[in-house]
């Protein structure tokens, strides 16, 4: 008979794929109902004993797929490495793009990003990938380079240190593939959330004006992504209120509030409550006369009245006319 209440009666036990899956299995484990301990069966320490090996020989397995990827992508075909007389082999590209899809998918793993880096992995995004001729390869590189970077501070400072910050603003404000400025935004946004590092980069770099010029762009999804980026900025580092003002954001949110219609001007509102949130200066220059923003969000609150979907708008416009316009000016 088993003892510890490992016995036969209890389901078996799947074996953890990787070292994250082991730590998780242990938060589980560590969150159950306390029971008195009792000696480990021999049938308990067997089962941890290959789960640990399994969860160890995971890892290395998949380290081994990245250094196969990694050799995929330093791979020059003859007359790929700029030389004049011959195109890189065809098919190539594809190649690329589904081993850069590939490690996108393993670098989802924690470790598994922090070991794309010390293979090297980031440097060759830096320097190769996110200048591609190739827009997709382009824009998975830039994908790469958030999915490692989000939550990892070790591999945000070393994307920074290659130089990314300033590649990834360059395809956000000039690339000409929108698939290529989404995945470019999407990295900026992971190495500078939560990280002082990235962020004094970005502002270094003027990321707010090429923000703000995503934010005017004819793709939808850039501008929701762009003003939420802002939104969250604003709200995580209030500090930086006063340079925003200088730069004319309030005028430039407004004006972008007064285009046609459309989803993205919830988060065009969320940015401008952001701003003049505890921020006096922002509340005078939003009450300045030539703006006529108090007109704008009376109508704007009668138009989205009765439409659901519309509800976190109408909220965000009826925070700012309580902010600016029912509240003694300073």
Known sequence: MAEGGAGGNEPPREHPQNLQGLLQMAITAGNAEPTPLEPMSDERRQWLQEAMAQAFRGQLEEVEQMKECLRVLEAVSPGGDGGETSEPAEGDPSRQASTLELLAELCENLDNAADFCKLDGMRLLAHRYLDHPVPELRWRAAHL?????????????????????????????????????????????????????????FLRLDGFSVLMRAMQSPVEKLKVKSAFLLQNLLLDHPEHKETLCSMGMVQQLVALIRSEHSPFHEHVLGALCSLVTDFPQGVRECREPQLALEELLRERCQLLQQQEEFQEELEFCERLQRLCFQTPPE
Not at 172 to 179: I, K, Q, R, T, V
């Open 145 to 201: 380079v958030g999915t490692c970077a989000q939550n990892v501070p070790k591999v945000q400072e070393q994307a920074l240190a290659l130089g990314c910050m300033r590649k990834l603003l360059r395809l956000l404000d000039h690339d000409g593939a929108d698939a290529v400025r989404v995945k470019a935004l999407f990295a900026i946004s992971c190495l500078v959330r939560a990280q002082e590092g990235g962020l004094q980069q």
